[in-house]
């Protein structure tokens, strides 16, 4: 059986700053259709640099990235640290803002809006702006407007780093749920062993200076994620492995 082609692939990619810090070396991994993919490594490894390059806000230095689909815009959705909402707009309008810049109206835009803002759990709160809302209320916004054109490939770098623990466990079961419902493919930055654990079907350590993939570890066949899978055995021999592979990036560092 031939497997599917990648939704996106790196072949040797490289990534050198104009001020001469060489941010990735050497990185190969492909993104493949329905998966989970959480990027895992120490503070300036270059996770954010892959999502750049991905998403095709930057330039490789060297090597080739490949995409299976032709609009980068419409095809990935991107949800960063801060949920970056407008302070002056609703929570629908911000929810609005990638359909507007397709020149969409507002009224021809609201079903897919309102829509949007029900998968994340805020049918009630479109006309709320960002101050009237909490910090996981904000997050949901973001990832409510970066699903709004129903990407194939939704981007998320750390997005929950800022939020209390009870916050992130609550928001990364709903986001488990919105990808089963939306059948989305999901690359996902965090620091943590266990989101990551929690939340992949396959985890790619990296190490820094220079930024490479130094393992790779599939969790496909762990549990299904229910509210007993942080106590399960699956989830904590993912962490082992999780944690092993980080202890090896940074050898010689403190760990
Ligand atoms: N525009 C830039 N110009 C120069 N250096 C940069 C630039 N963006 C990132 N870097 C550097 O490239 C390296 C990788 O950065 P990147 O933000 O991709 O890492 P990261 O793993 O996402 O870090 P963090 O977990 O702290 O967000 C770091 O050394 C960073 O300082």
Redesign the pocket.
Known sequence: MTRPQPLVTLRGIGKT???G?V?LEGVDLEIRGGEFLTLL?P???????ILRLIAGLDAASSGALTRAFDNVGAAIGFVFQEPTLMPWASAFDNVFLPLRLQGQSRRTAAPAVKEALGLVGLADFAEAYPRELSGGMRMRVSIARALVLRPLLLLMD?PFAALDEITRFRLNDDLLRLQGELGATIVF?T?SVYESAYLSTRIAV?AAKP?RIVAEIATQDAAPRDKNFRLSPAYASSCKRAVEALRDAVHGEDF
């Open positions: 700053y104009a001020n810090t941010a490594g503070s300036g490894c270059g996770k954010s640099t750390e930055v620091h990296m930024g």
